[in-house]
């Protein structure tokens, strides 16, 4: 796998495991947020809603304890068949009536079971006797429950059947100076409209709703599901406050809230939450214990309408293309500062593995890679140095032994495979140009006897000297050459038959006065041949021997040319 592939494998694979765990970390961080502030927004909300309750009836509630307290009514109580103080209390009930918000009042008198009431229309002006309760009349329970409760303050939500009207009773208990219940004050709030105020205030994802001390519902915005009438229901029949929930567990959870605060019923403002599901919907439930009233108000918050996950999107959208862009410029780094350059290095090592020294453009990042190719490129510049002077050296060398190879090593002069290519290339030179060329072929006469006489060694020297006095005898041009033993080949170009005679007499008369010199004489016998266009090798050197071999017969220390169109040895 290239190391590209690589790299991209490992963005990809880092990609994946940083989507997964940001998406983890995402669910639990959100269900966390969510669950923190959805709880704080409950116990706000719950406190809101108490307090929207208790100050809409906290005006009404004193006004009934007041009313409650009327020495008028009192007094009237104790004696009601008192013409005088049947009128101031009536006095007294109408001037409450007009402070109250509902413009209505209803007062119960203990003994005599009578009910006297009004409204807002003033309806029952002057006949506010309305009709008497009567213990036995499951309507009229709830009267006679209270006073056995002998609960100062009451709230109820119950349907009037006698006045045909439903209402949010407040009922106080009034009594005499001795303590004694003599009677019941208080004033009914329109339901519907109260709800509406109250509970039904079109907060989406908020439902509010208020239960009594038993759990059973006063105040929700389904009437459905309001327990009227309350006070007068045996356990069991009660819409209590677990209806709302499908789950036995919730229904469990919400009861064990509303026991918890019952216990802390001291601490003032003390919330419990707990998360719910209803219609199928998670919610997060917010209780808090009203003491004035002896409710619980509880505060239904619908997290997916309130805050939906969709919100938190952009933010994932956002890390996600922030966690893209972060891999994608990680990958154009390593690519610009990693891949390339060594892909740029692999291939430069290449051309030299395969002896080529011209390396592309190399990428060099401020990084050990850099280094690394400024390193290589150093490393080839020496090697292609060395190389070229190696080559250089070999050269030299090859064409030292070429020349060694056509050298003769004891006269210096060309040998006989020098002489053969000399041959040649004049052959070709002289069938080219259409001109002739000489050949003279010398032997020294009588050397065995040198050699036998003055050994091997004297033999040498004269050989070298043989060869000195014949490069001093030819041209510059010319190419005199050691054919093998005591034999010498001189080529003679540019030639015709006169020079080659001149210079091969000058030769013979040369070796013949030098070596008198030297103490030992010497002379050499001349075969020459004049070559014309046409001649091999063979041809000329055999008509050279010719010659040589004529000049020998006729007794030594001469000179014989042959020529093609005379194959008569002429002696020179
Ligand atoms: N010192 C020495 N002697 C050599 C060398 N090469 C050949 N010889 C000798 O040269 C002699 C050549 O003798 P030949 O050409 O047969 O005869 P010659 O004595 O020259 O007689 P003619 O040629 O007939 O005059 C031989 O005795 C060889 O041993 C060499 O390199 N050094």
């Given at each position: 796998m290239s190391l590209k592939t690589r790299f991209l494998s490992l963005a990809a694979g880092l990609f994946i495991i940083a989507a997964c765990a940001s998406w983890l970390?995402?669910?639990?961080?959100?269900?966390?947020?969510?669950?923190?502030w959805g709880r704080q927004v409950a116990e706000?909300?719950?406190?809101?809603?108490?307090?929207?309750?208790?100050?809409?009836?906290?005006?009404?509630?004193?006004?009934?304890?007041?009313?409650?307290?009327?020495?008028?009514?009192?007094?009237?109580?104790?004696?009601?068949?008192?013409?005088?103080?049947?009128?101031?209390?009536?006095?007294?009930?109408?001037s409450f009536r007009s402070n109250f918000r509902d413009n209505s009042y209803f007062v119960a008198l203990k003994e005599s079971g009578r009910y006297y009431y009004n409204n807002e229309q003033n309806e029952f002006a002057g006949?506010?006797?309305?009709?008497?309760?009567?213990?036995?009349?499951?309507?009229?329970?709830?009267?006679?429950?209270?006073?056995?409760?002998?609960?100062?303050?009451?709230?109820?939500?119950?349907?009037?059947?006698?006045?045909?009207?439903?209402?949010?009773?407040?009922?106080?208990?009034?009594?005499?100076?001795?303590?004694?219940?003599?009677?019941?004050?208080?004033?009914?709030?329109?339901?519907?409209?109260?709800?509406?105020?109250?509970?039904?205030?079109?907060?989406?994802?908020?439902?509010?709703?208020?239960?009594?001390?038993?759990?059973a519902i006063q105040l929700y915005r389904d009437r459905n599901y309001i327990d009227f009438a309350t006070l007068i229901k045996p356990e069991g029949q009660k819409n209590t406050v677990d209806l709302l929930f499908d789950a036995p567990e919730d229904k469990q959870k919400i009861l064990g809230m509303l026991q918890l605060l019952k216990k802390n019923s001291g601490e003032a403002g003390h919330v419990e939450s707990g998360f719910v599901t209803v219609d199928g919907r998670e919610h997060l439930a917010g209780v808090a214990f009203l003491p004035a009233i002896g409710w619980f108000e509880i505060t239904l918050l619908d997290l997916n309408t309130l805050l939906p996950k969709s919100y938190?999107?952009?933010?994932?959208?956002?890390?996600?293309a922030s966690l893209?862009?972060?891999?994608?410029?990680?990958?154009?780094?390593?690519?610009?500062?990693?891949?390339?350059?060594?892909?740029?290095?692999?291939?430069?090592?290449?051309?030299?593995?395969?002896?080529?020294?011209?390396?592309?453009?190399?990428?060099?990042?401020?990084?050990?890679?850099?280094?690394?190719?400024?390193?290589?490129?150093?490393?080839?510049?020496?090697?292609?140095?060395?190389?070229?002077?190696?080559?250089h050296k070999v050269a030299l060398r090859t064409d030292e032994l070429s020349r060694l190879a056509r050298i003769d090593p004891l006269t210096g002069l060309k040998n006989r495979r020098g002489l053969d290519e000399v041959l040649?290339?004049?052959?070709?030179?002289?069938g080219r140009q259409g001109?002739?060329?000489?050949?003279?072929?010398?032997?020294?006469?009588?050397?065995?006897?040198?050699?036998?006489?003055?050994?091997?060694?004297?033999?040498?020297e004269i050989l070298c000297r043989v060869a000195l006095w014949l490069k001093a005898g030819v041209r510059p041009y010319d190419h005199p050459g050691r054919w093998g033993g005591d034999e010498f080949v001189i080529l003679l170009s540019p030639c015709d038959l006169a020079t080659?005679?001149?210079?091969?007499?000058?030769?013979?008369?040369?070796?013949?006065?030098?070596?008198?010199?030297?103490?030992?004489?010497?002379?050499?016998?001349?075969?020459?041949?004049?070559?014309?266009?046409?001649?091999?090798?063979?041809?000329?050197?055999?008509?050279?021997?010719?010659?040589l071999y004529q000049a020998k017969n006729q007794g030594r220390n001469r000179v014989c040319i042959n020529t093609p169109e005379n194959t008569e040895v002429n002696p020179a």
């Open positions: 970390a995402y669910r639990e961080l959100s269900a966390d947020l969510i669950e923190r706000i909300q719950v406190r809101y809603d108490s307090a929207r309750l208790l100050q809409s009836l906290e005006r009404e509630i004193g006004l009934a304890r007041q009313m409650a307290d009327s020495t008028t009514l009192i007094n009237w109580a104790a004696d009601p068949s008192n013409q005088a103080l049947e009128a101031n209390a009536l006095r007294e009930m109408e006949k506010q006797f309305r009709y008497v309760l009567s213990s036995e009349k499951p309507d009229d329970a709830w009267f006679y429950q209270l006073i056995e409760e002998d609960r100062d303050f009451h709230l109820n939500v119950n349907p009037d059947t006698e006045l045909g009207v439903t209402k949010l009773w407040i009922d106080v208990l009034m009594r005499d100076t001795e303590k004694q219940i003599v009677g019941m004050v208080g004033t009914g709030l329109n339901l519907d409209s109260f709800l509406q105020d109250i509970v039904d205030i079109n907060q989406d994802g908020i439902t509010t709703l208020f239960v009594d001390y038993g759990g938190l999107w952009p933010l994932v959208a956002v890390f996600i893209l862009i972060t891999l994608v410029v990680f990958h154009l780094i390593i690519q610009s500062r990693i891949v390339k350059p060594i892909m740029g290095l692999e291939e430069a090592v290449e051309r030299v593995r395969s002896g080529s020294f011209t390396l592309p453009r190399l990428d060099k990042p401020d990084n050990e890679i850099g280094r690394l190719v400024d390193h290589f490129e150093k490393m080839t510049d020496s090697l292609r140095d060395s190389t070229r002077e190696l080559e040649e290339g004049e052959i070709q030179r002289a001109s002739g060329f000489g050949v003279l072929w010398l032997d020294i006469d009588h050397f065995k006897s040198i050699n036998d006489q003055l050994g091997h060694q004297a033999g040498d080659l005679e001149r210079i091969a007499k000058r030769i013979r008369e040369t070796v013949e006065q030098e070596s008198r010199k030297t103490g030992t004489p010497v002379t050499v016998s001349i075969g020459g041949y004049f070559s014309n266009p046409g001649d091999n090798v063979d041809t000329i050197l055999r008509h050279a021997d010719k010659a």
